[in-house]
């Protein structure tokens, strides 16, 4: 079955400290995967997805396929990034849908 | 560019009653998706469309959805006759190419059921 597990609802770190939200997948065939966050009061938009290898905002992400994860981390959070992260999956060989995790609140403490 | 469009941004209504969501796509887009956030649930797909055709509806929960996208331009999710758990909020999203391409989110409709 094709499930994106994030297990912590909530993850509280102070300003400067280093931030890993995990995120596992279970998946059979060859996944595309992304990062998605939604601030306060946006909408949901992509922070980053393992294809393109980038770092946004300080944030990267690796894709290990034999632990099936795909964790995103940054090593100085800045209270700016407090927001709602979403873990996704999607195939080459589908529609694109995308499955997501039950998401992240990442809260960054001054 | 404007981004993707959701109309109405809220809507309470009783149990029984109808609701039609409207999503305008980025232009030029022809891949349309709709997504439903169940209060304390994760983001589940709905449906797929490639222009005016559907892709994919797999994730349509039941037949009371009806989901139409008339000359591959904007799209509309009617429920009818709409029941408590059909409460949640909508999302909506267009990408340019199909497949694993980058989905822009419109701001969703937030769908109160009494």
């Known amino acids: 079955a094709q499930r994106v597990t994030q297990p912590e609802k909530l993850l509280s770190v102070f300003k400067g400290a280093p931030v890993e939200l995990k995120c596992n997948y279970s998946?059979?065939?060859?996944?595309?995967l992304f990062w998605y966050v939604q601030y306060s009061r946006q909408r949901l938009q992509l922070l980053l997805r393992h294809i393109s290898r980038e770092s946004i905002k300080g944030f990267t992400a690796d894709l290990n396929k034999g632990e099936t994860s795909f964790h995103l981390k940054k090593p100085f959070a800045q209270e700016e990034d407090s927001a709602m992260y979403y873990c996704?999956?999607?195939?080459?060989?589908?529609?694109?849908?995308?499955?997501f995790g039950q998401g992240t609140t990442l809260q960054v403490k001054p | 560019e404007a981004g993707v469009t959701q109309f109405p941004s809220h809507s309470v209504i009783e149990k029984g009653q109808t609701v039609t969501l409207r999503c305008d796509p980025i232009?030029?887009?022809?891949?349309l998706y709709w997504y439903r956030r169940v209060m304390g649930k994760e983001i589940k797909f709905l449906l797929h469309f490639v222009k005016e055709s559907k892709q994919d509806e797999s994730g349509m929960p039941n037949n009371r959805f009806l989901a139409e996208r008339t000359g591959g331009t904007y799209s509309t999710l009617k429920v009818q006759p709409a029941e408590l758990e059909d409460s949640g909020v909508y999302f909506c999203?267009?990408?340019?190419?199909?497949?694993?391409?980058?989905?822009?989110f419109g701001p969703g409709t937030r769908l109160t059921v009494l």
């Open positions: 232009s030029g887009h022809d891949n």
């Open positions: 999203a267009s990408s340019h190419l199909q497949g694993p391409d980058t989905q822009y």
């Open positions: 998946y059979s065939g060859s996944p595309e």
């Open positions: 996704a999956l999607s195939s080459a060989s589908n529609t694109g849908k995308l499955i």
